[in-house]
């Protein structure tokens, strides 16, 4: 993996990090992307850029040159379809739909010239099930799915595979922000939300660690994953085995 290069994207917290961690962790040069630079500075040995991910015409100006492409990014905004902010799910589209397409689209051209690449797209059991409350982001990962399985077609004659990593709750400042707006929503406690609204469908009665999501990522990123493409991989602690 010395020889590999990669980009994550929404690198400076959360699952992002620890993807950046795991796979500098295994020798790649790994370029961290995001627009909070305090804290993209947190991280060591790894390459970082400032970017906003939702300005799609300065995508162009990250890195291209890439063997792998992590597509992490991502906010949540909860309220009913009815009170949605139609700006808010236009931003949330461009920066988790939108903009991993446009990422994809342009470091596919190295991959395939490199006869080797990976795209791993961190879903969610969002992107499998639907939640109320959640229409952006909810829509936003099914898209991302269909984007994935997509794009492992295209890149299997390439030796690209394309695959998502669908974790259910992470313990991510993208969660732990959530249940304020979720005690708000539902008229709970923030405990209550915790234990009656995010862990009530899951068999695993926790909050996912990032590091467990980013172990799935080096493995599809590894030696052992030339045959895995067009899937997604669940980490959800029992939800869809309902």
């Not at 931003?91 to 795209?119: C, D, K, N």
Request: glycine share 10%; aromatic share 4%; hydrophobic share 45%.
């Amino acid at each position: 993996m010395e020889t590999r290069r990669a980009l994550v994207t929404g690198a400076a917290s959360g699952i992002g990090a620890a993807c950046a961690r795991r796979l500098a962790a295994d020798g790649v040069h790994v370029v961290a992307v995001d627009f909070d630079a305090a804290g993209l500075a947190e991280l060591d040995g790894v390459e970082t850029v400032v970017a906003d991910l939702s300005d799609l015409g300065r995508l162009s100006e990250l890195p291209t040159d890439v063997d792998i492409l992590v597509n992490n990014a991502g906010v949540q905004q909860v309220a009913p379809v009815e009170q949605f902010p139609p700006e808010r799910f236009s931003y949330i589209l461009r920066l988790m739909l939108e903009s991993p397409f446009r990422l994809i689209r342009q470091t596919l051209p190295h991959m395939y010239g490199a006869g080797w690449g990976r795209v791993v797209n961190i879903s969610s059991v969002h992107g499998l099930r639907a939640s109320p409350f959640k229409a952006a982001y909810v829509a936003a990962k099914h898209g991302l799915e269909g984007l994935s399985k997509v794009v492992a077609l295209e890149g299997a004659a390439h030796g690209v595979t394309s695959n998502c990593v669908n974790p259910a709750y992470v313990r991510t400042p993208l969660v732990t922000g959530q249940l304020a707006d979720q005690a708000a929503t539902h008229g709970l406690s923030e405990a209550e939300v915790l234990d009656k609204v995010m862990l009530e469908p899951v068999a695993v009665k926790r909050l996912i660690e990032p590091a467990e999501v980013a172990e799935v990522v080096a493995m599809l990123c590894g030696p052992a994953s030339a045959s895995i493409t067009g899937s997604s991989f669940v980490l959800d602690g029992g939800w869809t085995a309902h």
